[in-house]
C-alpha cells in the first residue's frame, strides 16, 4: 500500500472515531440510578430504548452494571405512551416542575402512580405527561381592525456551545427541558457542534403573559400540599367483579388454578365478601382474546387474572390499562408490560430481580461464609447468570470463594475448608445428575469432619428432588431457595389438601409449583385486598398481612409509572435435626 493511502486511511479512521465520539458526547440524555434487580433489558423496556442505545452512550455497561450506578438514557425516543421523561435535580419540587413543563400537578401524579411526597428526590426518574392542548374559541372574522398587541422575543437568550457541552449540559444551564431546547433549535436533532450560536427560550411557564402576573412574594406549595390535592377520592367497593382468562383446554394445569381459585372466592364469600366471578376460556390465540375482551361486561371488571400465553400480554394489558383494571399475570416471567403499565402484577419474578433477592439474603444469611463452588465436566448456561452475579456480589462484601470440580476427591473438598468459617457448597447446575454425583463425597465429607460447620446450597428445582435425597440433605444441612415452596406437614398445606379433595374428589397433583395452590392464594390475596382497601389497594399493600399456603407476596413498583413485581424469596433449610424450616426474610 503506497504511503499516501495509508495516511488517507488513518486520517479516515480519526475522523469516523472522532465523529462517533462526538456524537455520543452531543447525543441528548437523562440520567437513571440502576435499582437492586434491574438489568440492561428490563431498563431498555422501561425507557423503550434498546440495550444497543444504552452500552452506546455508557460503555462497558454491558459487561458489568451495578446498584447505584448513574447510566445516561438517550432521549429523543418517546415512553410508550408519549410521555418524556425526567431525572429530579438537587432544589426541584413538584410545583417547580409543573412550571418548567407548564403541566398541572394532578398529571404529573396520575402519570407517576408510584410518586410520592417521601419519594420525591434527587435522582428519581418520573413521566412528565404531555401538555394538554387547551382549546380555544376561533375568533369571528370581523370588518373592524384590530391592534396587534407586543411582540412577544421568542428567545430570552443567545447561547455559544463551547467544547465538550452537551443538550443535556445546555438545558439545565438555563433550567428548561431538553425537550424545549430542541423546539426552539430544531438542528439539534442533528447534533451539536462548538461554536454554534443557540435559541435559549423563555420556560413554557415563564412566557410573557400580559394579562398575568405572577406574585414574586407568593410562596409555592410544598411537595406534600400538591401531592395531597392531586390524590383521588378513595372509593370502597360493593361488589368486586374479576375475570378469569385462562386456556382449559389446552393445560390441565390451568384447571387446577381455576378450582384452587374457586376455593378462595368460596371462602371469602363465607367472611360476607361480594363477588362476582367471569370465567373464559381465552385459548392461544389472538383471535380468541380479542372476541372476550370486546363483550360489555369485561369494561367494568376490577380485576383481571391471566393470561397464560405470552402473546396475549400484551393486547390484555393494554386493555386493562385503557380500562383502568388491574390485571395479575400468575404464570409468565418474561413480560414486559410491567414495565410500563402501572396497573400489571406479575407475580413470576423476572430472574434479575429473584438474584438480586437470592444475593442479598444469602449474604445476610452467612456473612462468615467460605463458599465453595462446583462445577460439573459440561458448563450449565442455565445457571450461569446466577452464578456470575452471587460471585460479583461476594467478591464486594469480601467473602472468600473456591472452586472444585464435580469429580474433586474428598481430600480435594476437605483441603478447601475453613474451619474459621460457614462453608457453603454451591453446585454451579441444578441438575439433578450433579447433585446425584456429588452428595455421596460431600456426605463422607461431613461424616469424617463432624468439626466443620458444611452446608450444601442449590436451586428451586430441588423441592422435585426432595423424596430421593431426603436423608442426604437432612445430613447436609441443604438450604436452597425458591418464590414457592410448601410442605405436606405444614398446618395450612394440610388444611388445604383436606379441603381439596373433599371438594373434587381427588389428590392435588404432586409438582411444584402446585397450581391450584397458586389458584387459591393469588385469588384470596387480591380479592381479600380489594374488599379491605378498594381502589387504595397499591397504597396499603404492605399491610396485607396475610400468610399464603404455597406463593409467598412482596410487591414492588419497577418505576415511578410501571406496575409491581413479586420480589419474595425464601430459603428452605433440612438441619441436621431432621427439621424443615421456611426462612421468611421479612
Known amino acids: 500500500m503506497k504511503p499516501i493511502n495509508r ?44 440495550t444497543s442505545d444504552i452500552i452506546r452512550l455508557n460503555p462497558g455497561c454491558d459487561e458489568k452494571i451495578y446498584a447505584g450506578q448513574t447510566i445516561k438514557i438517550p432521549t429523543g425516543k418517546e415512553s410508550q405512551k408519549g410521555e418524556t421523561f425526567h431525572t429530579i435535580q438537587a432544589g426541584e419540587t413538584l410545583y417547580k416542575l409543573t412550571t418548567m413543563y407548564n403541566v398541572s400537578a394532578k398529571d404529573i401524579c396520575e402519570a407517576n402512580p408510584g410518586l410520592s411526597a417521601e419519594n420525591f428526590r434527587i435522582g428519581q426518574v418520573i413521566l412528565i405527561p404531555q401538555k394538554k392542548e387547551e382549546q380555544t374559541a376561533t375568533p369571528t372574522p370581523t370588518e373592524q381592525t384590530t391592534i396587534q398587541g407586543p411582540v412577544v422575543p421568542r428567545c430570552k437568550d443567545m447561547h ?34 462548538k461554536g454554534q450560536f443557540l435559541c435559549i427560550p423563555y420556560p413554557a411557564a415563564t412566557t410573557v403573559q400580559p394579562t398575568q402576573k405572577e406574585d414574586p412574594y407568593a ?82 371488571m376490577n380485576i383481571i387474572f ?98 472444585v470440580s464435580e469429580s474433586a476427591t474428598k481430600e480435594t473438598l476437605k483441603a478447601a475448608l475453613r474451619s474459621d468459617k460457614e462453608n457453603i457448597f454451591i453446585p454451579t447446575s441444578g441438575n439433578n445428575v450433579l447433585l446425584i454425583k456429588i452428595l455421596p463425597q460431600l456426605t463422607l465429607l461431613v461424616r469424617e469432619n463432624p468439626a466443620e460447620n458444611i452446608h450444601l446450597f442449590g436451586y428451586p428445582e430441588w423441592q422435585t428432588y426432595t423424596r430421593d435425597h431426603l436423608e442426604n440433605f437432612f445430613e447436609l444441612d441443604v438450604y436452597f431457595y425458591s418464590s414457592f415452596y410448601t410442605n405436606t406437614l405444614f398446618p395450612a398445606a394440610v388444611q388445604f389438601t383436606n379441603a381439596y379433595h ?85
Open 7 to 50: 495516511i488517507f486511511l488513518f486520517l479516515l479512521f480519526i475522523s469516523v472515531s472522532y465523529a462517533i465520539s462526538y456524537a455520543q458526547e452531543n447525543q441528548p440524555y437523562f440520567l437513571h440510578t440502576i435499582e437492586k434487580g434491574q438489568s440492561l433489558y428490563s431498563i431498555s423496556k422501561m425507557y423503550n430504548v434498546t
Open 160 to 193: 455559544k456551545v463551547k467544547r465538550k457541552e452537551t443538550i443535556f449540559s445546555v438545558s439545565r444551564e438555563y433550567g428548561i427541558s431538553e425537550q424545549e431546547l430542541i423546539a426552539a433549535n430544531p438542528e439539534l436533532k442533528k447534533g451539536m457542534k
Open 219 to 300: 410562596i409555592p406549595p410544598s411537595n406534600s400540599e400538591l401531592f395531597r390535592k392531586s390524590k383521588e377520592t378513595p372509593q370502597k367497593l360493593s361488589t368486586i367483579k374479576a375475570a378469569l382468562l385462562l386456556p382449559f383446554q389446552e393445560d390441565r394445569r390451568m384447571v387446577e388454578y381455576y378450582e384452587g381459585f374457586l376455593m378462595a372466592v368460596d371462602s371469602l364469600k363465607r367472611t360476607g365478601i361480594s363477588l362476582d366471578l367471569y370465567v373464559y376460556d381465552c385459548g392461544k390465540d389472538l383471535s380468541t382474546l380479542n372476541t372476550i375482551l370486546a363483550k360489555n361486561e369485561m369494561k367494568s
Open 306 to 403: 391471566g393470561p397464560m400465553h405470552q402473546n396475549q400480554i400484551k393486547p390484555l394489558s393494554d386493555f386493562a390499562e385503557k380500562n383502568d383494571i388491574r390485571l395479575v399475570i400468575p404464570f409468565s416471567q418474561k413480560g414486559e408490560e410491567v414495565f410500563n403499565n402501572p396497573a400489571v402484577y406479575q407475580i413470576n419474578t423476572p430472574q434479575s430481580y429473584l438474584y438480586s433477592e437470592v444475593y442479598e439474603h444469602f449474604t445476610r444469611q452467612f456473612p462468615n461464609a467460605n463458599v465453595i463452588f462446583i462445577e460439573p465436566v459440561s458448563v450449565d448456561k442455565e445457571k450461569a447468570e446466577f452464578i456470575s452475579g452471587l460471585k460479583q456480589e461476594l467478591k464486594s462484601k469480601g467473602i472468600s470463594m473456591k472452586t
Open 502 to 586: 373433599k371438594w373434587y374428589s381427588k389428590d392435588l397433583a404432586s409438582k411444584y409449583p402446585n397450581y391450584a395452590m397458586l389458584g387459591f392464594d393469588t385469588g384470596f390475596f387480591f380479592l381479600k385486598g380489594l374488599s379491605l382497601y378498594g381502589s387504595e389497594l397499591e397504597n396499603n399493600l404492605p399491610k396485607m398481612n396475610l400468610t399464603p399456603i404455597q406463593t409467598g407476596f412482596k410487591f414492588q413498583r419497577v418505576n415511578n409509572w410501571g406496575g409491581f413485581i413479586n420480589k419474595k424469596v425464601f430459603f428452605i433449610r433440612f438441619t441436621k435435626n431432621f427439621e424443615l424450616v421456611k426462612l421468611d426474610f421479612e
